[in-house]
């Protein structure tokens, strides 16, 4: 029995081992993946051509990169590599530029991600420069888009919905559920069965 009650003990303490590395694991994987995260919400919002900004530190115009400014100083800024220069205030401060006093103790300085109206991103995302252009309005004067040959604001640009042109080839009964989802399929297939049902009156 007691032979069975530690090897019953020693079982659970394995067990209760591998859980315990199996959470660490994934509180590990979960650290990284919002590291990851933020490391692409920052490229999104800051990684990008500063037009007209130059480093304080190593004089390179325009900053292309990351910029990074002072909050100690009136106006500071750096681009990434004098940054990682500066490391947290552990490494060196540099003045190549030498246009304005700057204190060259890393210690007197903290920098922050910036970026102002100048910015152009360069990665894919950004709200200043989106993916997908917005569709083009159509105007009152252009042909509409039910194809029904008319003059799209005296056709469905009049605000009244499906037109008769496209209602009269549709049976009562399916009018409702076409008139809720009114698109761009819609109107075609629509301007289609008028015209069949036109030429059949012709005909």
């Given at each position: 029995?007691?032979?069975?009650?530690?090897?019953?003990?020693?079982?659970?303490?394995?067990?209760?081992?591998?859980?315990?590395?199996?959470?660490?694991?994934?509180?590990?994987?979960?650290?990284?993946?919002?590291?990851?995260?933020?490391?692409?919400?920052?490229?999104?919002?800051?990684?990008?051509?500063?037009?007209?900004?130059?480093?304080?530190?190593?004089?390179?115009?325009?900053?292309?990169?990351?910029?990074?400014?002072?909050?100690?100083?009136?106006?500071?800024?750096?681009?990434?590599?004098?940054?990682?220069?500066?490391?947290?205030?552990?490494?060196?401060?540099?003045?190549?530029?030498?246009?304005?006093?700057?204190?060259?103790?890393?210690?007197?300085?903290?920098?922050?991600?910036y970026k102002d109206k100048s910015f152009k991103p360069l990665v894919k995302g950004s709200s200043k420069n989106p993916t997908a252009k917005a569709a083009a309005k159509t105007k009152p004067n252009d042909p509409c888009t039910c194809l029904s040959g008319k003059k799209f604001k005296?056709?469905?640009?009049?605000?009244?919905?499906?037109?008769?042109?496209?209602?009269?080839?549709?049976?009562?009964?399916?009018?409702?559920?076409?008139?809720?989802?009114?698109?761009?399929?819609?109107?075609?297939?629509?301007?289609?069965?008028?015209?069949?049902?036109?030429?059949?009156?012709?005909?």
């Open positions: 029995k007691r032979v069975q009650e530690a090897e019953a003990a020693a079982l659970n303490t394995e067990e209760e081992t591998k859980a315990a590395k199996r959470k660490e694991i994934e509180e590990r994987l979960a650290a990284l993946k919002l590291a990851q995260q933020k490391e692409e919400d920052q490229k999104t919002n800051f990684f990008g051509d500063h037009s007209g900004i130059t480093c304080d530190g190593c004089g390179a115009c325009p900053i292309v990169g990351y910029r990074y400014r002072c909050k100690s100083c009136a106006n500071h800024d750096v681009c990434e590599t004098c940054f990682d220069m500066w490391a947290g205030g552990k490494g060196t401060m540099t003045n190549g530029l030498g246009k304005q006093t700057l204190s060259q103790d890393p210690t007197d300085h903290s920098f922050k991600m005296k056709c469905c640009g009049t605000g009244g919905g499906l037109t008769w042109h496209c209602m009269v080839a549709v049976e009562p009964s399916t009018r409702a559920c076409l008139g809720a989802c009114w698109c761009g399929a819609t109107r075609v297939a629509l301007a289609r069965l008028a015209r069949a049902a036109e030429a059949q009156k012709q005909g």
